[in-house]
């Protein structure tokens, strides 16, 4: 059975940065894709980042592009989020979820991915 574990959220001022990493156990890591999602309070589920098996195919969320960089060891089977200037609408529950790599190399539907960790907190000041 697949698991995934967040960790490296915390509280950071607006221009602040973190990085986010994602433990995947269970299964050869690089059998997977791994995909991020956040969910702010009060709202739906969306999509951040997602990077293929290989770490060769990447792809981001507008709201994002450009601040954020998706990454991979697969040898340390860990995936990253690392997050520069961030904003107060940064604040979320951050998810990292994984689904068996296939054809399609980029996935941003949740429904999608098969495997999910209990996330990880981010919150923004002002």
């Known amino acids: 059975q697949v698991q995934l574990a967040e960790s490296g959220g915390g509280l950071v001022q607006a221009g602040g940065s973190l990085r986010l990493s994602c433990t995947i156990s269970g299964r050869p890591f690089d059998n997977y894709a791994v995909g991020w999602f956040r969910q702010a309070p009060g709202k739906e589920r969306e999509f951040v980042a997602t990077?293929?098996?290989?770490?060769?195919?990447?792809y981001y969320g507008d709201a994002v592009k450009g601040r954020f960089l998706v990454s991979r060891d697969n040898g340390k089977n860990t995936a990253y989020l690392e997050m520069i200037n961030l904003k107060p609408i940064d604040t979320a529950v951050y998810y990292c979820a994984a689904r068996p790599h296939s054809m399609k190399v980029i996935e941003t539907e949740a429904s999608e991915y098969d495997y999910w960790g209990q996330g990880t907190k981010v919150t923004v000041s002002s």
């Open positions: 990077i293929s098996w290989s770490g060769r195919g990447t």
